[in-house]
């Protein structure tokens, strides 16, 4: 046989199946494709074969050179229509729409092969590319969190504020510190967001349990007695320190990374 290209491993359900390309077609192991198929006896299963489908390959293992039987493609599928096995279909299945394409199309299927020097500069080059682009958008960040300092200070001394303050009032604070929001937009933005119960109902723009228990709204309830004597409680959602600054910074972080990605 001439024209032989090295011999390519791959993997059927964790089976190895060694596989060689001779004057552009591959050719199979038959000891590999016998495990796989189950078919214990290799010399009768290849004696039944034609001149034409099987052949011998010399490769090189531990003990030096050794020479083992191939089948070509017919062959490989005249093995497969004598085994037994579950798998035989599977492994039908695997060669005909994955690997034999794949060799056809490539050359290979997706065997590891070494790297000529050249490409192993650009591989580093690309590499130490992609660290120095990662350093800079870093470095832009940190600028970028840099400016917002005076903000942030602001924001942090809300957060000794007692008071607690209302959601239309988080929003001229957020504008305050240079984020353009309002109040509608602000409560679609906590409700998308988990932050503000979304379904319609009573409980709508009340806190999530999550949002409770981070300590980022309280709920005022007033007691309200109508006309007719009966009485309703109403709900108050409210910002507290914590929570106006958790939100400042939130925004003013998302601001920063959208001026980096920009």
Not at 165 to 178: D, F, H, W
């Amino acid at each position: 046989m001439s024209n032989q290209t090295a011999l390519e491993l791959f993997q059927f359900e964790n089976r190895d199946v060694r596989v060689v390309s001779i004057d552009g077609e591959p050719w199979f192991v038959a000891k590999d494709v016998c495990d796989v198929l189950g078919l214990s006896n290799m010399r009768s299963s290849l004696a039944l074969l034609d001149d034409d489908e099987k052949g011998v390959h010399t490769m090189d293992t531990l003990g030096g050179k050794q020479q083992v039987s191939v089948v070509n493609e017919p062959g490989l599928y005249s093995l497969i229509l004598r085994s037994r096995k579950d798998e035989a279909k599977r492994f039908k299945r695997w060669i005909t729409h994955e690997v034999i394409p794949q060799i056809r199309k490539t050359g290979s299927y997706g065997a590891p092969r070494m790297l000529s020097r050249l490409e192993l500069i650009d591989l580093a080059r690309e590499s130490e590319l992609a660290r120095l682009e990662a350093e800079q958008r870093n470095a832009e960040l940190q600028h970028q969190l840099r400016l917002q300092e005076p903000k942030v200070i602001f924001a942090d001394a809300v957060s000794v504020s007692a008071n607690t303050i209302l959601i239309r009032e988080l929003a001229v604070v957020l504008k305050q510190n240079g984020i353009d929001t309002g109040e509608k937009r602000l409560f679609d933005w906590l409700r998308n967001h988990g932050y503000l119960v979304k379904r319609a109902g009573t409980d709508r723009n009340t806190p999530t349990q999550r949002a409770m228990e981070l300590g980022l709204f309280e709920v005022k309830e007033t007691p309200v007695v109508h006309s007719d004597g009966y009485t309703t409680v109403s709900k108050t959602t409210k910002v507290t320190g914590k929570g106006q600054l958790y939100f400042v910074r939130k925004f003013l972080a998302e601001q920063a990374k959208r001026l980096v990605e920009v």
